[in-house]
């Protein structure tokens, strides 16, 4: 079956620090997702992007982050300058249309230090 | 915006009873909802979906209610088994789960007992 694939599954990073989540979508998948999961509580969606642009973001969704597509295949979270309540488990999710279900990636848990 | 209300937060069930997770939200104009099971260390897995203009959906074991007029939609697994043992988040979205993103509940942790 398809997967989402991110790496790395564990960043740790320090406070103030870039850093690059990367995913891989599901090859005819259109629509890449990122959502977070603070220890414990529930997932909280962060931008959705189509067509080489972001769709809808979220008010968590803030000057210090930026999603690209590089090369057609990647699908990449930059957070500028880490802050410690940026420690999270990051998800990425794609899905084939509009009206389908997403399927996420087993995540990247950042942690700020 | 949608504020998507889940309960109960844990459920504890004997192994063969049902487990029913219910949730509530606030805005009319969602309807998409899906329901997602996590284990351990993995992301959601997508389990069951239902749209607006169904009122009940049915998959094996799994099947979902949704209440447009009271705005609530309900889990429902039967005949529960050890694997069932998971985090089960509800959702709700107003364009089908596509560009819009989802707005989860806070998770129901359903312990199955053997």
């Known amino acids: 079956e398809p997967e989402v694939t991110q790496t790395p599954s564990h960043q740790v990073t320090q406070m103030g620090q870039e850093v690059i989540l990367r995913c891989v979508p599901i090859?005819?998948?259109?629509?890449f997702y990122w959502y977070r999961q603070i220890l414990g509580q529930k997932v909280e969606f962060l931008v959705s992007f189509y067509n080489n642009e972001i769709s809808e973001k979220s008010e968590i969704f803030d000057d210090q982050f930026s999603v690209e597509r590089p090369d057609g295949s990647n699908f990449t979270l930059k957070i500028r300058s880490t802050k410690l309540e940026d420690s999270a488990m990051y998800f990425c999710?794609?899905?084939?249309?509009?009206?389908?279900?997403?399927?996420f990636g087993s995540g990247t848990r950042l942690t700020v230090v | 915006g949608e504020n998507v209300e889940q309960h109960p937060s844990t459920l504890s069930v004997q192994e063969g009873d049902s487990a029913v997770i219910k949730c509530t939200y606030s805005d009319s104009a969602s309807n998409y909802f899906p329901w997602y099971k996590q284990e351990l260390g993995k992301g959601p897995q997508l389990i069951i979906d239902i749209r607006s203009n169904v009122g009940e959906k049915k998959d094996q074991r799994i099947a979902v209610t949704l209440n447009k007029t009271a705005k609530h939609f309900s889990l429902h697994i039967t005949e529960t088994q050890p694997e069932d043992s998971a985090v089960y988040f509800c959702a709700a979205s107003g364009e089908g789960g596509g560009a819009d993103g989802l707005t989860f509940g806070k998770g129901t942790h359903l312990i199955i007992q053997p």
């Open positions: 090859s005819n998948h259109l629509y």
């Open positions: 999710a794609s899905s084939e249309r509009v009206s389908y279900g997403y399927t």
